[in-house]
């Protein structure tokens, strides 16, 4: 019987812990005849019923990521009779000599460290990243766009690399427990966190532009103390637009299914993604007015199916914002969820890990 360890540990965030969750649940079924060892929380591993089965057992490995401590305690807890290590994210065991199969969302650390913190930080990720470009015996990346990026910066063979899109759950399109609105008001939406370079001081900036000349409230899904924290200006521009800028604090899924469904427009303004996947989410739940910000994997991912702005223009912002809740023809179809689906991505999932094996 084959062996495959993975790296669990994310199994519970958003963006990472998305693709583990949708993966492992498709993926383990598939392969009665492999058994998977999961390094994680074995309690946070319990609470997922596709978690519970025969070939699954549960490695206790509690490390923080990007720390010493998980470069340690990973070498240590993989089982030595693994047949091949699947890890989510590029914070690699360096020191593990197996096969392995890294999985890369994004390169945002090397190709933006004008937002990252400090430089061992940055020295971090770039040592990380050339080594997982180095021991991996095959990458995974969420777009071409990342898969460039990360040619581009360590070197790696593109032939060393595949692309696997991500895909939207099937959880955003199912119908409304609640089917009242939760934010009473007409609303833009913005869901994302507060780091720099998911452009939310743009978006605030041109919200309060033209917000005399809308009846709109800007609901920002998310906690007011940590997007202050994270960027004061933004918490100031807040406290002055008073209340036509909500921020909802933590929502759950089906909450946040709500403000979706319920959004008259959904502003996705990142400066740069690995993929970007909420505005695939807003989609299945019924919001068909999205504007993104004009970035190359934005292109990508979405194409025609959402409007655009210059990422870094205010003005350019501001203008779209009152054209696309004001122009009712700007209305879209959600033809672009189609494209991108979970069983497809485990699908080439199988392909490579069996390969691999």
């Known amino acids: 019987m084959k062996k495959i360890t993975v790296d669990a540990r994310m199994l519970e965030s958003s963006g990472i812990g998305t693709v583990l969750r949708n993966i492992l649940k498709r993926v383990i079924p598939s392969m009665p005849d492999t058994t998977f060892y999961l390094l994680g929380h074995p309690e946070m591993m319990r609470k997922y019923p596709w978690l519970i089965a025969e070939n699954v057992q549960y490695v206790s490995c509690k490390s923080a990521i990007y720390t010493i401590r998980e470069q340690l305690e990973l070498v240590q807890k993989i089982p030595r009779e693994t047949d091949l290590l699947w890890v989510p994210h590029y914070n690699i065991p360096v020191f593990y000599r197996g096969r392995m199969l890294v999985t890369v969302h994004d390169v945002f650390h090397l190709a933006m460290p004008q ?4 430089a061992l930080k940055k020295f971090y990720a770039k040592i990380m990243f050339q080594a ?9 990346c969420v777009s071409h766009f990342t898969k460039a990026e990360l040619c581009r910066f360590t070197g790696v063979s593109s032939n060393k690399v595949s692309v696997i899109y991500n895909g939207v759950d099937e959880f955003w399109s199912t119908p409304l427990q609640q089917k009242q ?24 900036r041109s919200f309060q532009n033209v917000m005399d000349r809308i009846p709109h409230s ?15 200006e933004v918490g100031r521009l807040a406290e002055q637009a008073g209340n036509r800028i909500s921020f909802t604090g933590f929502v759950s899924d089906e909450e946040l299914k709500n403000y979706y469904h319920y959004a008259d427009l959904l502003v996705f303004p990142s400066l740069y993604e690995g993929f970007g996947l909420p505005p695939l989410e807003a989609m299945a739940a019924g919001c068909h007015n999205i504007l993104c910000s004009d970035i190359p994997v934005l292109r990508e991912i979405y194409g025609d199916c959402v409007k655009y702005f210059k990422a ?5 912002l501001a203008s ?23 069983n497809t991505a485990s699908d080439k999932y199988l392909v490579i890990l069996k390969r691999l094996l």
Do not use: M
């Open 181 to 204: 609105r939760i934010f009473a008001k007409p609303y833009i939406l913005y869901v994302g966190n507060v780091k720099p370079h998911k452009n939310l001081r743009t978006l605030v």
């Open 320 to 342: 779209n914002l009152i054209f696309n809740i004001t122009e009712k023809s700007n209305v879209l179809d959600k033809k672009c969820c189609n494209s991108y689906d979970w």
């Open 132 to 140: 997982a470009a180095a021991k991996a015996s095959h990458i995974i």
């Open 218 to 232: 800007l609901v920002i899904v998310g906690k007011k103390e940590g997007f202050i924290t994270g960027d004061e």
């Open 312 to 316: 870094t223009d205010e003005q350019d």
């Open 115 to 118: 937002f990252v913190d400090g």
